[in-house]
């Protein structure tokens, strides 16, 4: 090699080492590495211990702590809305485009043993709030029917642990989210908080969010994040943002069993299949259970959902409209009352009469039932036909009401960012 080449090779390699000497050195602050002092002000910050100088305090931030039971669901760009036959002729489901932001959801539906340990806990909060967070057992009563060994084992016998609550109405399930916010969030004070938050969870009170130690709330997740999470198109999607289908259920194609491999042939949910019949022929059981089953029982869908369709109903966020598909807006849909009781600490705008106000239905001379108290629950469940699996079919129930077919599992969003 001549002279020439060798001082171009050599210089080539001292421009690349000093272009990333110069970025590290530019290196831009993060939520996660903020650096040592504000690129405002150029004051310093106190990073931890004794502030004698009374610096403004950036704590070590390692990213949203990871939530018991939760699975992060990538946003973005969705078609939502009914793919199947409207049936009842209701048009309330509308395709629609939307941007749905990242958020978490529960793995399974809460269980059993769930809201056991949060009546555990609660009972020290007095009688009438535990009295007021026991679920109706009595859903399970009807005259014709001997239902009777569900109202006293259901909630409480061993066996149905890890069973989806019911008996439980929208407002009680909101509740429980508050609780199990700062149940959680007093676990996470206790392991990794400082002196402080952890003296602070002991007793009792809030540990601020700018600690970075903490979760955001707990919630019910909105219709729409719900119908996103529940179809899991993430897995079909091939070269730059296309994707080959669409999806009627959480899984591929338009049947209810499964396709492939040793399970072909078994259904993929708790559902009833035809008038009498909950679960096929004794020695051969095609969904395997009469009432409900297991939160982990059939496939999950490509988040890692359990029971996405069927085994019981999910209570969502949304306010009922047949017009929110009209009304709500593009980026995070949702139509609430607005009066903000489960977010923490947070006001929201009112926007449940918005555009498509209650007065419309003539709920007081019974021509409609539909008012700011009928909220939306999704899925279908043990004691219903395959067409309401399908996720874009939506009913609604007084917030206050409860059956034995409707459960939930909560949510949360992704907090400053999308991965």
């Not at 707990?218 to 729409?224: G, H, M, Q, S």
Request: glycine share 10%.
């Amino acid at each position: 090699m001549n002279k020439a080449l060798r001082f171009s090779a050599t210089f080539a390699l001292a421009s690349v080492v000093m272009f990333a000497l110069l970025q590290c050195g530019g290196k831009k602050p993060t939520s996660v590495d903020p650096g040592k002092q504000s690129t405002t002000t150029g004051l310093k910050y106190s990073t931890g211990g004794k502030n004698k100088n009374n610096e403004f305090a950036v704590r070590k931030f390692k990213g949203q702590p990871e939530g018991p039971n939760l699975v992060y669901i990538e946003g973005g760009r969705h078609i939502l809305g009914a793919h199947e036959e409207d049936v009842p002729l209701t048009r309330d489901n509308i395709e629609r485009t939307v941007t749905v932001a990242s958020f978490y959801m529960d793995e399974t539906e809460v269980a059993n043993i769930h809201w056991l340990e949060y009546l555990h806990y609660v009972r020290d909060s007095g009688e009438q709030y535990y009295t007021e967070a026991l679920p109706d057992t009595t859903v399970w009563a009807a005259e014709l029917a001997f239902n009777d060994p569900y109202i006293d084992h259901y909630l409480r016998y061993p066996g149905f642990r890890f069973f989806p609550v019911v008996g439980v109405s929208w407002r009680q399930a909101v509740n429980y989210c508050v609780w199990r916010t700062e149940a959680v969030n007093r676990g996470l004070a206790l392991k990794n908080g400082n002196k402080e938050e952890k003296a602070a969870a002991k007793a009792g009170e809030r540990i601020p969010l700018e600690s970075g130690i903490v979760l955001p709330g707990y919630r019910l997740p909105t219709e729409a994040e719900w119908e996103y999470a529940a179809k899991g198109l993430i897995a079909t999607q091939y070269l730059d943002e296309m994707q080959d289908y669409s999806r009627l259920y959480p899984w591929d194609g338009h049947s209810l069993r499964n396709p492939y491999g040793r399970h072909m042939g078994e259904f993929l949910a708790n559902f009833k299949r035809g008038r009498g019949d909950y679960a096929g022929i004794a020695g051969k059981l095609n969904d395997g259970a009469m009432i409900t089953e297991w939160i982990y029982a059939y496939p999950p869908n490509d988040y890692g959902l359990y029971n996405m369709a069927g085994n019981v109903n999910e209570w969502v966020e949304d306010i009922y409209r047949p017009l929110s598909f009209e009304d709500v807006s593009d980026l995070n849909p949702v139509r609430t009352d607005g009066k903000g009781l489960h977010f923490a600490g947070g006001f929201r705008p009112k926007n449940a009469d918005y555009l498509d106000p209650a007065s419309y239905y003539n709920k007081r001379d019974f021509f409609s039932i539909i008012d700011n108290k009928q909220r939306v629950y999704k899925g279908g469940s043990w004691k219903d036909v395959a067409y309401w699996l399908a996720i874009g079919t939506r009913r609604f129930l007084d917030e206050d009401s409860a059956t034995a077919t409707i459960g939930f599992r909560c949510a949360m969003i992704r907090a400053g960012g999308n991965k």
